[in-house]
């Protein structure tokens, strides 16, 4: 047996995270059950979480970056054990020794970014708002009903810009005063803050407060899920609270207010994934199953894994910067079970399901067998 030397700096790090949870851990193995990772892999953060305890954790391999941070183990742990925080603390102690495999090293290019342009997409922060050149979308202003904040991957992703237009078309057919922040509009941080990118969680977070209050900013719409719990979940340890609202919930809210009116018609079977940044950590289940219950035509028929029990895409804890074999993907096994239900098209409200769940559709016989949309392009066909 090999004998490993515990990092006492490690441990120091685990203690900032609260890792005093890690001693109500009793092994139970749980956690391994619910675990995503074992459907494709054999993957124990019960072992990581034991060996963090006493710091012999292998930050130099792969299994800390593993983790989507998707939710399912603290959802189900009887023993309150904080394994996301614990995780992150080891990913925060590996990134700060520069320790990241090969299949985690997009991380740096992202993180140089973040750090240059305010997104982890190599794009331009001039060139933030091109995605509404020609639409009805102005710069926000104080006294506006809402700024809405569109995120990096709707606002630089060819698939996901068409989400940001259908959002701004919905806001303007409801006759929402609203406006967005273009190239003064950051990251929200939230996946860097899962990679162990402290410091540059922080850096983004105070930009963006800086920002908010200096416009006035009152109420704030987002489309990106991991925006919304960064918002309402993390920005207050900045001492600050904004009105936060997603889509989904928006949709919902003009619906029940007769301020938007569903018109067209829909004759499709449709079936929701609850992405586990609105559902599993924010509790969002019923809003978007409103609204598409709202849709004529529309068949809404649940996958075998919905709400609570959602399978998650892959893409989250940064893992949407990260490289995934094929043959481990969470998202195709996800692509299957909508397919199961007999569903024309799979509607989600997250970027990194789109992006994950669009990449998985190519591998079904006939790309045309199932459709990937968001629930604002939902909207946005019959209003």
Same mark, same amino acid.
């Given at each position: 047996?090999?004998?490993?030397?515990?990092?006492?700096?490690?441990?120091?790090?685990?203690?900032?995270?609260?890792?005093?949870?890690?001693?109500?851990?009793?092994?139970?193995?749980?956690?391994?059950?619910?675990?995503?990772?074992?459907?494709?892999?054999?993957?124990?953060?019960?072992?990581?979480?034991?060996?963090?305890?006493?710091?012999?954790?292998?930050?130099?391999?792969?299994?800390?970056?593993?983790?989507?941070?998707?939710?399912?183990?603290?959802?189900?742990?009887?023993?309150?054990?904080?394994?996301?925080?614990?995780?992150?603390?080891?990913?925060?102690?590996?990134?700060?020794?520069?320790?990241?495999?090969?299949?985690?090293?997009?991380?740096?290019?992202?993180?140089?970014?973040?750090?240059?342009?305010?997104?982890?997409?190599?794009?331009?922060?001039?060139?933030?708002?091109?995605?509404?050149?020609?639409?009805?979308?102005?710069?926000?202003?104080?006294?506006?009903?809402?700024?809405?904040?569109?995120?990096?991957?709707?606002?630089?992703?060819?698939?996901?810009?068409?989400?940001?237009?259908?959002?701004?078309?919905?806001?303007?057919?409801?006759? #929402? %005063?609203?406006?967005? &922040?273009?190239?003064?509009?950051?990251?929200?941080?939230? =996946?860097?803050?899962?990679? /162990? !990118?402290?410091?540059?969680?922080?850096?983004?977070?105070?930009?963006?407060?800086?920002?908010?209050?200096?416009?006035?900013?009152?109420?704030?719409?987002?489309?990106?899920?991991?925006?919304?719990?960064?918002?309402?979940?993390?920005?207050?340890?900045?001492?600050?609270?904004?009105?936060?609202?997603?889509?989904?919930?928006?949709?919902?809210?003009?619906?029940?207010?007769?301020?938007?009116?569903?018109?067209?018609?829909?004759?499709?079977?449709?079936?929701?994934?609850?992405?586990?940044?609105?559902?599993?950590?924010?509790?969002?289940?019923?809003?978007?199953?409103?609204?598409?219950?709202? #849709? %004529?035509?529309?068949? &809404?028929?649940?996958?075998?894994?919905?709400?609570?029990? =959602?399978?998650?895409?892959? /893409? !989250?804890?940064?893992?949407?910067?990260?490289?995934?074999?094929?043959?481990?993907?969470?998202?195709?096994?996800?692509?299957?079970?909508?397919?199961?239900?007999?569903?024309?098209?799979?509607?989600?409200?997250?970027?990194?399901?789109?992006?994950?769940?669009?990449?998985?559709?190519?591998?079904?016989?006939?790309?045309?067998?199932?459709?990937?949309?968001?629930?604002?392009?939902?909207?946005?066909?019959?209003?």
């Amino acid at each position: 047996m090999d004998t490993t030397a515990p990092f006492a700096e490690a441990i120091e790090e685990f203690k900032k995270a609260g890792s005093e949870s890690t001693k109500l851990c009793f092994q139970c193995g749980k956690c391994d059950v619910y675990c995503p990772w074992n459907r494709v892999r054999p993957f124990s953060i019960r072992k990581i979480i034991r060996e963090a305890t006493f710091g012999l954790t292998e930050i130099e391999g792969e299994d800390i970056w593993r983790c989507t941070t998707c939710g399912s183990c603290p959802a189900i742990c009887p023993r309150g054990v904080g394994q996301i925080e614990i995780g992150v603390a080891l990913r925060r102690f590996a990134a700060e020794y520069g320790m990241f495999p090969e299949s985690v090293s997009a991380v740096r290019n992202a993180s140089a970014s973040l750090v240059a342009e305010g997104n982890p997409l190599s794009g331009s922060r001039q060139s933030r708002a091109d995605w509404a050149e020609g639409l009805a979308v102005k710069p926000f202003e104080e006294g506006m009903e809402m700024l809405y904040f569109v995120g990096c991957y709707f606002s630089y992703d060819p698939r996901l810009k068409k989400v940001a237009v259908a959002t701004a078309n919905i806001l303007n057919k409801a006759g #929402i %005063d609203f406006g967005i &922040l273009g190239s003064k509009e950051s990251c929200c941080g939230e =996946s860097i803050r899962k990679t /162990g !990118g402290e410091q540059e969680f922080r850096t983004l977070a105070k930009e963006n407060i800086k920002t908010f209050i200096d416009h006035g900013v009152k109420r704030i719409l987002v489309s990106s899920p991991h925006c919304y719990h960064t918002f309402v979940n993390e920005y207050p340890e900045f001492m600050v609270h904004f009105e936060v609202v997603h889509i989904s919930q928006l949709i919902t809210e003009l619906i029940r207010d007769g301020r938007l009116e569903l018109k067209g018609e829909l004759p499709k079977k449709v079936t929701f994934h609850d992405p586990c940044y609105l559902g599993r950590h924010n509790g969002i289940y019923d809003e978007p199953r409103e609204v598409l219950n709202t #849709i %004529d035509g529309v068949q &809404l028929i649940e996958m075998k894994e919905s709400r609570n029990n =959602s399978l998650c895409c892959g /893409g !989250g804890g940064g893992r949407i910067w990260m490289e995934t074999p094929k043959e481990e993907r969470f998202s195709d096994i996800r692509v299957q079970q909508a397919v199961a239900t007999g569903a024309e098209i799979m509607v989600t409200s997250c970027p990194y399901c789109i992006t994950n769940f669009e990449e998985s559709r190519l591998s079904l016989e006939g790309d045309d067998v199932l459709e990937i949309r968001d629930i604002t392009e939902m909207v946005n066909e019959v209003i």
